[in-house]
Nanobody, 125 residues
Framework: QVQLVESGGGLVQAVGSLRLSCAMS????????MGWFRQAPGKEREFVAA????????YYADAVKGRFTISRDNAKSTVYLKMNSLKPEDTGIYYC??????????????????WGQGTQVTVSS
């Protein structure tokens, strides 16, 4: 019933930037913690970032800390992922996720209830 639609992916040169967006419909956005996972070709899905319902708490994978910023605009029912200083290893399909609360195991993909369809990010060297 919760619908998540990602946008903003594309092809970018290394050290460039992109901003991903994810819009929620079907439920009240402010009731959900939100996050991002990614999946590189031939690999399992990997945690990227998560943010609490109010936006007061954020969590990042070590691989993206200092380069990526997760934020949300509850008035627009949208979560964002600003990606700076992109590297080829950032390439993959990026998925927006939602859950009633941030899980205790924040990096465990199985603990997130709702997933978007994904948007492709490709970083060339």
């Amino acid at each position: 019933q919760v619908q998540l639609v990602e946008s903003g992916g594309g092809l970018v040169q290394a050290v460039g930037s992109l901003r991903l967006s994810c819009a929620m419909s079907g439920r009240t956005f402010s009731n959900y913690a939100m996050g991002w996972f990614r999946q590189a070709p031939g690999k399992e899905r990997e945690f990227v970032a998560a943010i609490s319902k109010s936006g007061g708490s954020a969590y990042y994978a070590d691989a993206v800390k200092g380069r990526f910023t997760i934020s949300r605009d509850n008035a627009k029912s949208t979560v964002y992922l600003k990606m700076n200083s992109l590297k080829p290893e950032d390439t993959g399909i990026y998925y927006c996720v939602a859950r009633w609360t941030i899980p205790a195991q924040v990096m465990d993909s199985s603990r997130y209830d709702h997933w978007g369809q994904g948007t492709q990010v490709t970083v060339s060297s």
